[in-house]
């Protein structure tokens, strides 16, 4: 069993929808990324995540510590958001979640 | 500025050759790291280094090996190289662990 679980692994929605990615973990963390891989296959490090809420543009990422959960929102998702998000965390090393592909259809 | 570089972009190589992929980064940040992502897009981290410590993920063969002149460096060097080692592998940087942090754009390796 992974020490970061993601659900969904694949997710389809219209343009539009409001999309939400989990990711829990079973191991004590310092921090949590959310990561998004484009099908370029670059990485970008969307979000670092110690506590709460953060909030960027039209993505909306939280967690909560007690229940080792964090979740990424999408609002008014759009096309260009089609990517791979992946949940990495740091506790005494990195884990990463398999990553869920994201495909918004217009 | 591309703040974190890695060359070559592709490598393709015979077997039971060695190889290295370098990186830089502008940064000035005290961190680096190397990454694997297989043919399943599962990403794997294989080393963190700074100037005080190196944590290798213990699963990595020790023919992988980085290699830091400076802050600003870290190079990963592999030797003989197996048909398994053929993925992506990314570089990244941060101001430590619990700073986000910044990738390369990889470097594709293709070992035949």
């Known amino acids: 069993k992974n020490e970061v679980e993601q659900s969904p692994q694949n997710l389809t929605a219209q343009e539009g929808e409001f999309i939400t990615i989990n990711c829990s973990y079973s191991v004590g963390i310092s921090a949590l990324h959310w990561l998004q891989q484009h099908p370029g296959g670059g990485i970008v490090s969307l979000f670092m995540l110690s506590s709460g809420k953060k909030k960027h543009g039209r993505l909306i990422a939280t967690i909560n510590i007690q229940e080792k959960h964090s979740s990424l929102h999408i609002t008014a998702s759009h096309p260009r958001d089609s990517a791979v998000y992946i949940c990495a965390v740091w506790g005494n090393q990195f884990y990463f979640g398999t990553g869920t592909s994201l495909t918004v259809i217009p | ?112």
């Open chain 2, 1 to 112: 500025d591309t703040a974190v570089s890695q060359t070559p972009k592709y490598l393709v190589t015979q077997m039971g050759n060695d190889k290295s992929i370098k990186c830089e980064q502008n940064l000035g940040h005290d961190t680096m790291y190397w990454y694997k992502q297989d043919s399943k897009k599962f990403l794997k981290i294989m080393f963190s280094y700074n100037n005080k410590e190196l944590i290798i993920n213990e699963t990595v063969p020790n023919r992988f090996s980085p290699k830091s002149p400076d802050k600003a460096h870290l190079n990963l060097h592999i030797n003989s190289l197996e048909l398994g080692d053929s993925a992506v592998y990314f570089c990244a940087s941060s101001l430590d662990h619990n700073y986000g942090y910044t990738f390369g754009s990889g470097t594709r390796l293709t070992v035949v």
